[in-house]
């Protein structure tokens, strides 16, 4: 997450809109300190085998709803399951405004360098459309890199398709002075 917050910083024009789909919250964890004794702490008293904490007034466990507390997401809803099938390409250009080049794609996935690159940054006068490309990249990259991070810094757009088709058609919101 700090090597995303490092490369990509949240351009003041798209956070009415990272506000609005619900992730404001996630982009905020990448500033939080961590508290390294507490999570010793918690390691030490993990029980894999019943998946939770041995804690000196019982067992606990953390639900659904502790994570959506905890990262600000909402959880209501149909459940997003199942595969699709896509062209990631067309999807890529309908929903970014841009194709990424064969070095910035290993099979589905796209290169955060090559988002950063591409829609980091938005002309101060921007449109509406612009905007929402970038709202839509910032969401992809922020999704690829803490809630299903992995040492490579590559993002697969199918699986995280539904948060993008979500924001196909946001509301407007108030544009910052």
Not at 58 to 72: F, H, K, N, R, S
Not at 100 to 111: I, K, N, V
Not at 128 to 134: F, G, K, N, P
Request: aromatic residues 8%; positive net charge.
């Amino acid at each position: 997450m700090r090597a995303f917050l490092n490369m990509w910083r949240m351009d003041p024009h798209i956070r009415p809109y990272v506000i609005r789909v619900g992730f404001y919250g996630i982009y905020r964890l990448g500033h939080i300190i961590i508290n390294w004794p507490l999570i010793t702490c918690l390691v030490e008293r993990w029980q894999p085998e019943t998946h939770t904490f041995h804690v000196p007034v019982g067992e606990m466990t953390i639900t659904l709803q502790d994570v959506a507390i905890i990262l600000g997401l909402r959880i209501d809803g149909p459940a997003v399951t199942g595969t699709c099938v896509l062209d990631v390409t067309g999807l890529c250009g309908e929903l970014l405004g841009v194709i990424p080049p064969d070095e910035a794609l290993r099979g589905s996935a796209r290169s955060i360098r090559w988002l950063c690159q591409q829609l980091s940054t938005p002309a101060p006068d921007a449109d509406e459309v612009a905007l929402q490309r970038s709202t839509r990249a910032f969401i992809l990259a922020l999704i690829g890199s803490f809630l299903f991070a992995d040492k490579k810094e590559v993002h697969d757009l199918p699986g995280k398709q539904f948060s993008l088709q979500k924001f196909r058609q946001p509301q407007r919101p108030k544009r910052p002075k």
